[in-house]
Each structure stands twice: as C-alpha cells, then as structure tokens.
C-alpha cells in the first residue's frame, strides 16, 4: 500500500491476478452465446473470398520493382477485376477493398 493508503494500479492487479481463475469451458445453444467468449478460435477450411483480396483500399505492386512512380495499369472494383490487363514489372493496379489481387503482386 503506498503513503497515501492507497493500493497502486501495479499491487491491485498482481491481487487480481493471484486470486483469478480461469472457468472451465460450457457450451450453450447459440441464442444464449450473446456476451459470451469463446473458449478457442474458429476456422473456416473455405476461405471467403475464395482468392487473394485487398483488405484496405491501395495499390496492388511488385516488391522486387523498388521505390518510384509506376504506372497504374488497372483499376480492380466491384464488377472490374482488371481482366484482360497484362501486368509487366514496373506497374502497379488499384485495388478497393475486397477486390482480387492478381498472383503477379505481392501480398
């Protein structure tokens, strides 16, 4: 306890933490799950989107180009997935998020 008779941040949670105990897992059906945690990560074996995608609106480019200005040669948004464009070393493509990135880029 400090001076001022008060526990510090520090002491409260090494109290805290002596004393806390992990619940054993329960299951419960779904409509009672609300505010619950779950007791280990799920995983999908199908991804979705089935292909590699942007997770933020940017630039779909080739590491190994380096620093500089490319061209864009694509635009990749919903309905125009740039199909058709051929990329060369040195160009770069839009992407919005969500939108496909092509094999040729790095993730």
Do not use: F, W
């Not at 989107?49 to 694509?74: F, H, L, Q």
């Not at 997935?81 to 969500?98: K, R, S």
Request: glycine residues 10%; aromatic residues 2%.
């Amino acid at each position: 306890m400090g001076e001022d008779g008060m526990t510090s941040v520090e002491e409260a949670l090494e109290i805290v933490l002596n004393v806390a105990q992990r619940l054993p897992p329960v299951s419960v059906p779904l409509h009672e799950a609300l505010c619950k945690v779950l007791a280990q990560d799920i995983t999908d074996p199908h991804p979705l989107p089935p292909y590699p995608s942007s997770v933020k609106d940017g630039y779909a480019v080739v590491a190994s180009d380096g620093p500089g200005e490319c061209p864009v040669i694509t635009e990749s948004r919903a309905g125009n997935d740039g199909v058709g464009e051929t990329v060369i070393p040195g160009t770069v493509a839009h992407v919005t998020t969500g939108d496909s990135i092509g094999d040729e880029y790095d993730k």
